[in-house]
């Protein structure tokens, strides 16, 4: 599978799943910007991975003071490939440090 494949299987992912609802390319809607996440795990090992199980597991904690405490939902629905998919897109996008909440 070629990496323009995964990243275009991703964006359909994200959208059948209502990602944009809550997340956009750049700046705060309810959740973290695409950017920000990718800044925040840009030198982390097992960033994939790590955003991967947020995508499934969902939850709150680092974002909270962004958010407000707002926890981003689960997707059980997704399978571990999908979600390392979604993942690797999202920290394939320019990284920029979050404004200060």
Sequence with gaps: MGTAFAASNAQQLMQSNGCSGCH???GKVVGPAWDWI???YKDKKNAVKSVAEFIINGGMGYWKPWTGGIPMPSHHNLSKAQ????ARWILAQ???KAPKP
């Design 38 to 40: 990718a800044y925040r």
């Design 24 to 26: 956009a390319a750049s």
């Design 83 to 86: 979600a390392m998919a979604m």
């Design 94 to 96: 320019p990284a920029v």
